[in-house]
């Protein structure tokens, strides 16, 4: 079965996007606070909000498309085509672990510094836990699908 012809396929895509581009999207973010900090332009809190906001609306971009895969891919497989879900299931979850270990990695980078400050590591550890569970959120949807179809629940 082809690639385009399995809707599962569609979730491995969709994770991907949202996963990669919410990873760089974090990074991105973290390493803006962290120059922040250390050339001294502005106060910690005020930046951390003017970051968030600007990762918030990154964030809305970068969804986008995945949210369209996935909901053309239930479609899909609410309309009866046939799906092996095997390997785009196993895709999916390494997707997801990916993307948790580059946050964790991220943030433990930042915990770890000598030179960041107490109130960067607290700001980055609850915008870490945020974007985790942002992070997790597609892949999660796309998982329970490919496990409901395997078991047959669709």
């Given at each position: 079965m082809s690639i385009v012809s399995n809707p599962a396929w569609l979730f491995v895509i969709a994770s991907a996007i949202a996963v990669?581009?919410?990873?760089?999207?974090?990074?991105l973010s973290v390493s803006s606070?962290?120059?922040?900090?250390?050339s001294g332009e502005e106060?910690?809190?005020t930046g951390f909000q003017k970051e968030f906001i600007r990762f918030i609306t990154q964030l809305l971009f970068i969804e986008a498309l995945p949210l369209v895969l996935i909901l053309w891919g239930i479609t899909q497989i609410f309309d009866g085509v046939e799906v092996?879900?095997?390997i785009p299931l196993i895709l999916v979850f390494l997707i997801l672990v990916f993307g948790w270990i580059q946050i964790f990695l991220t943030r433990s980078q930042v915990m770890g510094d000598p030179h960041s400050s107490a109130?960067?590591?607290?700001?980055?550890?609850?915008f870490s836990m945020i974007t985790i569970?942002?992070?997790g959120a597609l892949p999660?949807?796309?998982l329970l699908m490919l496990i409901m179809k395997l078991t047959d629940l669709v």
């Open positions: 990669v581009g919410i990873v760089l999207s974090f990074k606070l962290l120059s922040a900090e250390t106060a910690l809190p092996e879900v095997e109130s960067l590591k607290r700001h980055v550890s609850s569970a942002l992070a999660l949807i796309s």
